[in-house]
């Protein structure tokens, strides 16, 4: 079946963009090389003066280029050739002799956003659907189809730089206001738009204006600023990624070259980096990320789900306020924000209101999209009305007493078909559920604070969760927007289970003589976004108790110590962040700096930081090794969730795959010798899980 559909209208080709048996369009060859030939007919036919592309797609132009692209090729010749491809196509419309513009509606990502700019005429619908990005740094490439020559020429060489090394989106009005697009309209205008601008380029009348401030000309415009501006973009960039991930200074790299020696030079060199990039063992890492992110948004026996409409979130605080916002804003959910007093749940109501205010203050959505949106939120302080909801999450203070009669209460106040589910980080879902009447009804949905930014759900079963309550909770999550991991019931799941010794060890590095701000500072370094000692106090040292104390006995049937460290510190009256005294002190302006109080529960001030390489190790494999134990025990299906979890719930860094592939990377093996070397010096705590000893003898590779 054909890609492109063609029709014509006032002289102009309308060619609509319709992948066959997919939900969105994407950039492959099939599109690339029916484009060619439709280009060969437009440029011989004399009635034509132009052509509009459109998507046949209800929400989306082209989501980006065909992933499967890059798993075909192996080599950084093969991937190179790939872009020298795109070019080739790209080129030739950006330099065609006929007008050709694009309309429009939805997502318009990397290769799509590239196919774009080198088109004549832009037109975008106003709809809040509509977003532009060129994420491929996010798969460890660069825009490998012109991206990183014409975005700098056309909406600035900062903005572009900031847009490419971030992956960030970029909304209608931003768009319109920088110049990506030229003109914005409703989305049922957007075809006519587009063909009024051929004619108007057709007719000689099209002057597209400089929207570059006054300062960005000044700066850009010769050599000396846009030294300056390579210099702070590369420091910048440098600080963030700690050298951990080879794209960003390549992209870099990339826009300076094209701009010194001219745009043909450029895309040259732009396809040979793309090879060089898509060959790297990281950008491997981050293209196996993302088809795991995309087999999670995936319901794995949606006949089954049924059909939820209304859920009542429980507690209205920062958990719940967030479970809410991402039922209605995202899932379109009917939400019951019920808390002790209607004050508290008006308080949920407010933080709602302040994210979507935030969001029109930005132009990505209208003041009526946001109170449209809002009229889906209810504060309540009782259960009058839980009878019509399909499923009640509850995010209350992490008591099981508490939880066990929370149970009570909304069995007693909804139907038969009603879902429970709970958002503990650490008790187990067997254990809320016992005394319940509904047994079967009663699952885990673990979000992940702040709810509206991580993309995680650890959804948990027991052994009586009922097939149909899985699947429904599954198809909740994805209209959320969550990716979803299912995994098996018992303390701490497994994203807090395996944090737990990580945070452990951190402790003990700590108690050795290690300073808060080394340990902070080398993890950082390995790639992950924020040290162990920080992630206390984000967490709560009180929540850090907790799980500690939920998880002890498991630990120590393994012969692990599990002294209790952050109640000692919860009972000296630390809490983190959260009263502004923990392993760093907090003022009012959130400046913070180290709390050195801390150090007298860890022998004392003088400190004395260990090897950073070994105190790395010894941290990062806890984590890593907690995380094969799991896998034995079937708390988690497959590797595969295993490091979606790690990377999208705890931050485990994406450029080494997570932990099954870091395993597979470093040689399983050699993993179970430096596991081998810590208990012989440290203890029982780095006992190798059998399984790997299992891969090892079986000369096989997890993956």
């Given at each position: 079946m054909s890609y492109l559909i063609t029709s014509q209208k006032e002289n102009v080709a309308i060619i609509t963009l319709d992948l066959p048996g997919e939900k969105v369009n994407k950039l492959n060859e099939s599109l690339m090389d029916e484009f060619s030939d439709f280009l060969d007919e437009l440029e011989s036919s004399d009635d034509l003066i132009g052509a509009v592309l459109i998507s046949g797609k209800e929400d989306n132009f082209i989501a980006g280029a065909d992933i499967d692209m890059f798993q075909e090729r192996d080599t950084a010749e093969e991937i190179e050739q790939l872009s020298k491809d795109g070019h080739k196509i790209l080129n030739r419309i950006a330099d065609f002799s006929k007008p050709i513009a694009v309309a429009i509606h939805g997502s318009c990502m990397g290769g799509g956003l590239e196919l774009s700019l080198a088109c004549h005429y832009r037109v975008c619908s106003?709809?809040?659907?509509?977003?532009?990005?060129?994420p491929e740094v996010k798969l460890g490439l660069l825009?490998?189809?012109?991206?990183t020559q014409r975005l700098p020429r056309t909406i600035s060489l900062q903005k572009a730089l900031t847009y490419m090394l971030t992956g960030k989106n970029i909304y209608t009005r931003q768009a319109k206001r920088m110049g990506l697009v030229d003109e914005v309209t409703h989305k049922d205008a957007i075809e006519t738009a587009a063909i009024k601008g051929v004619h108007k380029i057709a007719a000689g009348k099209f002057d597209r204006k400089d929207k570059r401030s006054f300062f960005e000309k000044l700066l850009e415009g010769n050599p000396i600023g846009r030294k300056v501006i390579f210099s702070q973009a590369r420091k910048k960039t440098a600080g963030q990624t700690k050298g951990n991930y080879p794209a960003p200074p390549q992209i870099i790299d990339a826009v300076e070259y094209g701009l010194k020696k001219g745009i043909q030079k450029g895309l040259e060199n732009e396809s040979r980096l793309f090879g060089e990039l898509g060959a790297t063992q990281e950008s491997r890492n981050l293209v196996n990320l993302f088809f795991g992110m995309n087999a999670s948004k995936k319901v794995p026996n949606p006949d089954i789900a049924k059909s939820v409409k209304r859920i009542g979130v429980l507690g209205a605080g920062l958990m719940g306020s967030g479970i809410a916002d991402v039922s209605m804003n995202k899932g379109d959910y009917r939400v019951l924000l019920k808390d002790q007093t209607i004050d508290q749940a008006a308080k949920g109501e407010?933080?709602?209101?302040?994210?979507?205010?935030?969001?029109?203050?930005?132009?990505?959505?209208?003041?009526?999209?946001?109170?449209?949106?809002?009229?889906?939120?209810?504060?309540?302080?009782?259960?009058d009305g839980f009878g019509s909801v399909d499923l009640v999450i509850e995010a209350v203070f992490e008591d099981l007493d508490l939880k066990r009669n929370i149970v009570e209460e909304v069995e007693a106040a909804t139907g038969e078909q009603c879902i429970f589910a709970s958002n503990t980080s650490s008790l187990p879902i067997s254990e809320i559920a016992k005394g319940a009447s509904r047994p079967e009804n009663i699952i885990g949905m673990h979000y992940f604070s702040p709810v509206q930014k991580m993309p995680l759900l650890e959804i948990i079963t027991t052994e009586q969760t009922a097939d149909w309550v899985t699947q429904t909770a599954i198809q909740v999550g994805v209209n959320q927007g969550k990716n979803v991991i299912?995994?098996?019931?018992?303390?701490?799941?497994y994203t807090t289970r395996i944090l737990a010794p990580y945070m452990n060890e951190a402790l003990k590095l700590l108690e050795e003589g290690a300073s808060i701000e080394f340990l902070d500072k080398i993890m950082k370094d390995w790639g992950l976004p924020v040290g162990p000692m920080a992630l206390f106090d984000e967490v709560g040292i009180d929540v850090g108790a907790h799980v500690a104390e939920t998880m002890s006995p498991m630990f120590t049937e393994r012969g692990v110590d599990t002294t209790n460290r952050a109640q000692e510190l919860l009972d000296a009256g630390y809490k983190g962040r959260k009263n502004g005294r923990g392993m760093y002190v907090y003022s009012d302006d959130s400046d913070k700096k180290v709390n050195t109080e801390i150090y007298k529960h860890f022998g004392g001030q003088n400190r004395t930081n260990p090897d950073k390489e070994t105190a790395q190790l010894r941290m990062a494999l806890t984590m890593i090794n907690e995380a094969a134990w799991c896998l034995q025990e079937d708390i988690i299906k497959n590797p595969t969730d295993g490091d979606l979890g790690a990377i999208l719930g705890l931050g485990f860094p994406p450029f080494l795959g997570g932990p099954f592939r870091y395993i597979d990377?470093?040689?399983?093996?050699?993993?179970?010798?430096?596991?081998?070397?810590?208990?012989?010096?440290?203890g029982a705590r780095f006992k190798s899980a059998g399984i790997l000893q299992d891969y090892v003898s079986k000369g096989i590779n997890i993956y």
């Open positions: 106003d709809s809040s659907d509509t977003v532009f990005a060129l825009p490998g189809t012109g991206g407010k933080e709602i209101w302040k994210e979507l205010d935030k969001k029109v203050s930005k132009k990505i959505i209208s003041s009526f999209e946001r109170d449209k949106a809002m009229s889906k939120v209810t504060g309540v302080d009782s259960y299912v995994v098996k019931d018992g303390p701490g799941f990377q470093t040689g399983v093996d050699k993993v179970i010798d430096k596991l081998k070397e810590f208990e012989n010096e440290f």
